[in-house]
């Protein structure tokens, strides 16, 4: 048998994460000054609320190798399974680090695995490799099926605003001023564990029509694929996205749940993340 361990910022479903016995390391962040666990303390629609209404950005911070190495110890005790563990990508978070340390620090023989990816690009993993533990895979196997996976998935961040890029200092607040009147949106996208600007957009349904586009402009055959979508609480742009992914592409399955505050603190009011791979 294989545990499964993963950061919080995966962002699956609850109901996932307790049909598949999936263990969870939280991320921390500190909003209002004071500090929460992620997903624990703090429910993602609570922390959008209160993310809204502050004029700062929240801090997230990674798990301590400590709190890594408590959970690898506890499951280490049943010496005949396998753990592995997928964190965050080690390009946006030092989450991956701090596993690698509770690995040392409690001598126990887990795999950590970078997925390089964020929220459901990070947790579309995470059920792959619960559905080859299932169908009797060998752990090396599904190691290498893994990095075949991460080098596919495919991680796009609609950005309905970039306030939240500006009060993080990456863009000037005449920039954002300028982006706010012309009503431009912009497209990132994962990359190798980091995040670059894709496209910049103007108006809204230019903006979820290119978004739709560059889906399908990526694979040709969904018949099998999941695709995962994240939100911040803007359901009706998620709910019309879905539609017309389900109608152009007819994904095998859609899975969507509200982004988590790792990645919503830079996705901001209105953001959406799309994973599939």
């Given at each position: 048998m294989v545990q499964i361990i993963t950061d919080s910022s995966a962002d699956l479903p609850k109901d996932l994460l307790e049909k598949y016995n999936i263990h969870v390391v939280p991320l921390s962040v500190q909003i209002?000054?004071?500090?929460?666990?992620?997903?624990?303390?703090?429910?993602?629609?609570?922390?959008?609320?209160?993310?809204?209404?502050?004029?700062?950005?929240?801090?997230?911070?990674?798990?301590?190798?400590?709190?890594?190495?408590?959970?690898?110890?506890?499951?280490?005790?049943?010496?005949?399974?396998?753990?592995?563990?997928?964190?965050?990508?080690?390009?946006?978070?030092?989450?991956?680090?701090?596993?690698c340390l509770g690995k040392e620090l409690s001598n126990t023989n887990v795999t950590i695995f970078d997925t390089l990816g964020?929220?459901?690009?990070?947790?579309?993993?995470?059920?792959?490799?619960?559905?080859?533990?299932?169908?009797?895979w060998t752990f090396e196997d599904i190691i290498q099926e893994l990095e075949k996976i991460r080098d596919k998935m495919n991680i796009l961040i609609l950005l309905d605003t970039i306030e939240n890029v500006v009060k993080g200092g990456r863009l000037s607040r005449f920039q954002?001023?300028?982006?706010?009147?012309?009503?431009?949106?912009?497209?990132?996208?994962?990359?190798?564990?980091?995040?670059?600007?894709?496209?910049?957009?103007?108006?809204n349904k230019r903006f979820f029509k290119r978004a739709i586009d560059i889906i399908g402009e990526r694979k040709a055959d969904f018949s099998e694929t999941v695709i995962g979508i994240t939100h911040t609480g803007n359901f009706q742009d998620v709910e019309y996205l879905k539609t017309e992914i389900e109608k152009r592409y007819k994904p095998r399955e859609i899975i969507v749940n509200y982004m988590g505050a790792t990645m919503g603190t830079y996705a901001g009011k209105g953001g959406t993340i799309v994973c599939f791979y």
């Open positions: 209002g000054g004071t500090e929460y666990l992620e997903g624990i303390s703090l429910a993602p629609h609570e922390f959008y609320q209160k993310m809204f209404a502050s004029n700062e950005l929240p801090k997230t911070s990674q798990p301590s190798p400590a709190d890594f190495a408590e959970l690898f110890t506890e499951l280490a005790k049943n010496d005949e399974d396998e753990m592995l563990c997928f964190t965050i990508s080690s390009g946006l978070s030092g989450t991956y680090q701090s596993a964020g929220s459901l690009g990070h947790g579309l993993q995470i059920l792959k490799a619960v559905e080859l533990e299932e169908k009797g954002g001023s300028i982006a706010k009147v012309l009503n431009i949106k912009v497209i990132l996208e994962g990359i190798e564990g980091k995040i670059e600007v894709l496209e910049k957009i103007r108006g």
